[in-house]
């Protein structure tokens, strides 16, 4: 027997920041994908989120990139800057080369409360 179930969410009350991978090398090239997703109390996301977002890093990396998912968006791919789609933005994070450590990612929300993310380059 299967079942399916569906819920209509909530109000959007926070981002949720998820990078792709746990290994990061310090070589300057390597990338790390986060994703940021706004989601209710319940934590499902909310897929008509479209709040503009703000990212700044410290540590050794740097921002080379913001996607959404738009193809219609006439926002920029590169900056520090990017609206919610559906609910869903990422941010392309890349290496400095030979300088391995702590990173530290912010992501501010218009609405949302501001979320950081720690993350480590070998």
């Known amino acids: 027997m299967a079942r399916h179930k569906i819920e209509t969410?909530?109000?959007?009350?926070?981002?949720?920041?998820?990078?792709?991978?746990?290994?990061?090398?310090?070589?300057?090239?390597?990338?790390?994908?986060?994703?940021?997703?706004?989601?209710?109390?319940?934590?499902?996301?909310?897929?008509?989120?479209?709040?503009?977002?703000?990212?700044?890093?410290e540590g050794p990396a740097e921002i080379v990139g913001v996607v959404n998912g738009d193809i219609t968006s006439d926002e920029l791919t590169v900056g520090d800057t990017r609206s919610l789609y559906r609910g869903t933005a990422t941010v392309i994070l890349r290496s400095k080369r030979d300088m391995p450590g702590k990173v530290t990612l912010t992501v501010t929300g218009e609405q949302l409360k501001r979320q950081t993310l720690q993350l480590v380059t070998q």
Request: glycine share 6%; aromatic share 4%.
């Open 9 to 57: 969410t909530g109000e959007a009350s926070r981002l949720q920041l998820q990078a792709d991978r746990p290994q990061w090398k310090a070589d300057g090239m390597d990338l790390q994908h986060v994703r940021i997703a706004a989601v209710d109390k319940k934590g499902r996301q909310v897929p008509s989120a479209s709040e503009k977002l703000h990212f700044s890093v």
